[in-house]
Nanobody, 123 residues
Framework: VQLQASGGGLVQAGGSLKLSCVYS????????LAWFRQAPGKGREFVGI????????GLGDAVKDRFTITKDIVEKTMYLHMSSLKPEDSGIYYC?????????????????WGQGTLVTVSS
């Protein structure tokens, strides 16, 4: 499984940004894709998740009113649409995938990870 995140950059507070995660799984069945982020000196924080089947999605409390997750099965790409960005949204954003159901949204529950893309929100 390969995951490639992109789209990070520098944006002013209140602005918007869209991250992309291109995935390829070969013969591996993917159950869900997710976004995590990690600020300097902190652990990986769950941002949101989207199922590969029905496309059901969920977002973490810190972002649920400002971010949305979508996916394009044809393009094999997951997106994170971020708006009303705050400086505390800054960090490295990672996409992750799981091959089966998971007991929680903890980072340890996800099997596959891509490299991160850096988002910096200036005040």
């Amino acid at each position: 499984v390969q995951l490639q995140a992109s789209g990070g950059g520098l944006v002013q507070a209140g602005g918007s940004l869209k991250l992309s995660c291109v995935y390829s799984a070969g013969d591996v069945h993917l159950y869900a894709l997710a976004w995590f982020r990690q600020a300097p000196g902190k652990g990986r924080e769950f941002v949101g998740i989207i199922s590969m089947g029905r496309g059901n999605s969920g977002l973490g409390d810190a972002v649920k009113d400002r971010f949305t997750i979508t996916k394009d099965i044809v393009e094999k790409t997951m997106y994170l649409h971020m708006s009303s960005l705050k400086p505390e949204d800054s960090g490295i954003y990672y996409c992750a995938a799981t091959s089966g159901t998971i007991p929680s949204f903890a980072a340890e529950a996800f099997d596959h990870w891509g490299q991160g893309t850096l988002v910096t929100v200036s005040s």
